[in-house]
T-cell receptor, first 111, second 115 residues
Framework: SQKIEQNSEALNIQEGKTATLTCNYT??????LQWYRQDPGRGPVFLLL?????KEKRKERLKVTFDTTLKQSLFHITASQPADSATYLC??????????FGDGTTLTVKP | DGGITQSPKYLFRKEGQNVTLSCEQN?????MYWYRQDPGQGLRLIYY???????QKGDIAEGYSVSREKKESFPLTVTSAQKNPTAFYLC??????????????FGEGSRLTVL
């Protein structure tokens, strides 16, 4: 089965810096990969989706890369703000429609 | 506003009791899902449904049951056979369908505690 590892459970950075979160996977290659944001006690909210034939995707201050050779996705938040503090989940799919989620990385942006 | 509504938000249950969690969506999505989340962990798929009157087991279906009698509704029953039911339950839907995948829209979750 697919195994997903997200970098350290917690990431602390200073406001204004770039946060970089990692998602590594094993076994088969996903058709696409998604990133979600989850606030405490709330449901996840979709942020970005990147397909296997795409190297990079951007949305405002967010950037996602997808390296199928390394089996890795990087999620960047530039000019980070305290409001970006949350848990970020990556999810993989293999065209079977069932997404497998990582355990998440909790980001704290300090003012 | 379109979205997914889960109820109740908090639920307490005594051991041996069945409980049903409600999930309603007005997004006109075909596919619906139930996930379980334990503290510090990611989401694990319990059941999913592509169309009305059809549903499939996910990775951790034991001790759970679902129905899909209407497109907009996908209730989850946590039965007494579920040995460790205390968790955060999330319902989701997607426009792209179970077998084509895509962005998931989540409800706000139901937190079940077994006393």
């Amino acid at each position: 089965s697919q195994k997903i590892e997200q970098n350290s459970e917690a990431l602390n950075i200073q406001e204004g810096k770039t946060a970089t979160l990692t998602c590594n996977y094993t076994n088969y290659s996903p058709a696409y990969l998604q990133w979600y944001r989850q606030d405490p006690g709330r449901g996840p909210v979709f942020l970005l989706l990147i397909r296997e034939n795409e190297k990079e995707k951007r949305k405002e201050r967010l950037k996602v890369t997808f390296d199928t050779t390394l089996k890795q996705s990087l999620f960047h938040i530039t000019a980070s703000q305290p409001a970006d503090s949350a848990t970020y989940l990556c999810a993989l799919d293999t065209n079977a429609g069932k997404s497998t989620f990582g355990d998440g990385t909790t980001l704290t942006v300090k003012p | 506003d379109g979205g997914i509504t889960q109820s109740p938000k908090y639920l307490f249950r005594k051991e041996g009791q069945n409980v049903t969690l409600s999930c309603e969506q007005n997004l006109n999505h075909d596919a619906m899902y139930w996930y379980r989340q334990d503290p510090g962990q990611g989401l694990r798929l319990i059941y999913y449904s592509q169309i009305v009157n059809d549903f499939q087991k996910g990775d951790i279906a034991e001790g759970y049951s679902v129905s899909r009698e209407k497109k907009e509704s996908f209730p989850l029953t946590v039965t007494s056979a579920q040995k460790n039911p205390t968790a955060f339950y999330l319902c989701a839907s997607s426009i792209a369908g179970v077998y084509t995948g895509g962005e998931l829209f989540f409800g706000e979750g139901s937190r079940l505690t077994v006393l």
